[in-house]
């Protein structure tokens, strides 16, 4: 959110996310999953607060990419 604020302060508007964060750590399979999946669950309601049209925002579009790797 700190981020976040820092860079619309900035760029007054940002009108598209690319969220995607990825690693694979077998022996530490909690840190795989708060990477990838909580990482991303994070980035994309931090920034619904800027972008919420009930609240004012602007709106935006969020492209979440992952990588096939969980399916090996």
């Keep these: 959110t700190k981020l976040l604020k820092t860079i619309f302060a900035k760029l007054n508007t940002v009108d598209l996310l ?30 619904m607060d800027f972008w919420d049209k009930r609240k004012g925002g602007p709106g935006g579009v969020i492209a979440n990419i992952c990588s096939v790797t969980g399916f090996n």
């Design 18 to 47: 690319i969220n995607g964060a990825g690693i694979l750590d077998d022996y530490q399979i909690e840190r795989t999953i708060a990477v990838n999946f909580a990482g991303t669950v994070n980035t994309t309601t931090a920034i």
